[in-house]
């Protein structure tokens, strides 16, 4: 009889696994959502690779991006070049603003309430932290 582990973890999302879209979303929104120019499908799978993930993964991480139409391509000759479209402008501006302005407004000041175990004691309910970006 076959010993019950506990729930498998799917192929796709082994724990401590960034998927080749995510980083896809990640550079889309890093370094071509602020210059507004299209890139080459070799600048964008040359970029990947530099996190692990192979042409195969990084090519069918595109496509499956431009059919959700973020980025739409646009063919140069033989070359192909990718343009963010309106609504993966939107997506990325709207997830750009979400990080970075973490800590403004409603959070005031960038205080935000964490319930902590510290080595030396019982937990702290009520410690604040503070991000780095919130200024001191």
């Known amino acids: 009889m076959a010993e019950d582990t506990g729930p498998a973890l799917s192929r ?3 724990v401590g696994e960034v998927s080749a ?3 896809l979303m990640t550079l889309l929104g890093e370094y071509v959502l602020p210059k507004g120019t299209p890139v080459w499908t070799s600048a ?8 692990g993930v192979e042409e195969k993964s990084a090519c069918q991480a595109l ?14 000759g033989r070359r192909v070049r990718w343009a963010l479209t309106g609504p993966g402008r939107r997506l ?12 403004t407004g409603e959070r005031k000041a960038g ?13 702290r309910r009520g410690s604040r ?8």
């Open 44 to 51: 964008l799978v040359d970029a990947l690779a530099l996190f």
């Open 92 to 103: 990325l501006t709207e997830g750009a603003r979400r990080i970075y302005d973490f800590g």
């Open 21 to 23: 879209r995510s980083l």
């Open 111 to 123: 205080c935000i309430k964490v319930a902590s175990r510290s080595c030396r004691g019982p937990v």
């Open 12 to 14: 796709r999302r082994e």
């Open 129 to 136: 932290i503070r991000p780095a970006a919130a200024g001191r």
């Open 63 to 76: 496509a499956r991006t431009a059919k959700e139409g973020r980025p739409a391509s646009e063919r140069k």
